[in-house]
Structures are given as structure tokens and as C-alpha cells.
């Protein structure tokens, strides 16, 4: 006999409160990066990286690496409890964590309506979710 587990996706909403935290947090980072490079940027940075650029450099480590990791889930994720898992319910390779990131770019594009996604699908999967296979559930599932 085999033991049924009950799965719950997380919502629209708790991702988005999940969002705002990381949100916070890579603006802090990137706000320091920044201003360290702007004063020691002779010494350290002689060849500085444009700031888009790098920018998008230290979004998609943090998220990616993250995503990857033991804990499944970026620093907002894991402080409301939620995770993100493949179709199996099992961590994400960094290819696929880095594929799930870069395709958030796709759900953005199209006036957020890859976001929007989360709030009408049976298992709350947004565009970037259906595009890395990936689902977003509660934290102990």
C-alpha cells in the first residue's frame, strides 16, 4: 500500500510577497556593489561592467543558485515557506533553475500575463513555471 502525499501550490499572492522580499534584498546588494564600484573602481573594477549588465548578473546568480540549492527556494521564499521543485517534486538542476529564471523575462514581457498565470492554473504553474517544468509548493510537502 502506498502513502498518498497531499501537495499544495502556492498561490499568486505568497509568491509575490516572496518576490518583494528578494526584490529588497538584490536592490541592497546591488545599491552596495554599485557604490563600492563607483569608489574603488581604479583598484578593483578596472574594466567596470556595465551596470545593466551586471545587474543581470547578480539576479540571475541569486535567484539560480538558490533555486538550486538544498533550500529550494531564494531568501522570500524560504521566509514565507514556500519551495520550488521539478514535475517530480524534486530540487532543480542549475541548468533548469537558470532556464526558470531567464524565462521569468518571458512572463514579464507580455504585460506580466505569465504571472498572471499563477492565479488561474489547477496547480498555480505561471508561464516561466509550464516553460522549466517546474511547480512552486507550500514548504514540508
Known amino acids: 500500500m502506498t502513502k498518498s502525499i497531499q501537495v499544495f501550490y ?5 509568491r509575490l510577497i516572496a518576490y518583494f522580499i528578494d526584490a ?13 564600484q563607483g569608489e574603488v573602481a581604479p583598484e578593483i573594477f578596472p574594466h ?12 540571475w546568480l541569486y535567484f539560480s543558485l538558490q533555486y538550486a540549492s538544498p533550500y529550494q527556494a531564494t531568501l522570500g521564499m524560504r521566509m514565507v515557506g514556500i519551495k520550488v521543485v521539478d514535475l517530480e517534486y524534486k530540487r532543480l ?12 523575462y518571458i512572463s514579464a514581457f ?4 505569465g504571472f498572471f498565470l ?4 489547477k496547480r498555480k504553474q505561471g508561464l516561466h513555471d509550464y ?4 511547480y512552486v509548493i507550500y514548504e514540508g510537502e
Open 118 to 121: 499563477i492565479a488561474f492554473t
Open 24 to 36: 529588497f534584498v538584490l536592490l541592497f546588494v546591488m545599491v552596495m556593489i554599485f557604490k563600492m
Open 131 to 134: 516553460l522549466a517544468s517546474t
Open 93 to 104: 538542476s542549475l541548468a533548469r533553475a537558470t532556464g526558470r529564471h531567464f524565462a521569468h
Open 110 to 113: 507580455i504585460l506580466f500575463a
Open 48 to 59: 567596470q561592467i556595465p551596470s545593466q549588465a551586471l545587474a543581470m548578473l547578480i539576479s
Open 10 to 14: 502556492a498561490g499568486f499572492w505568497i
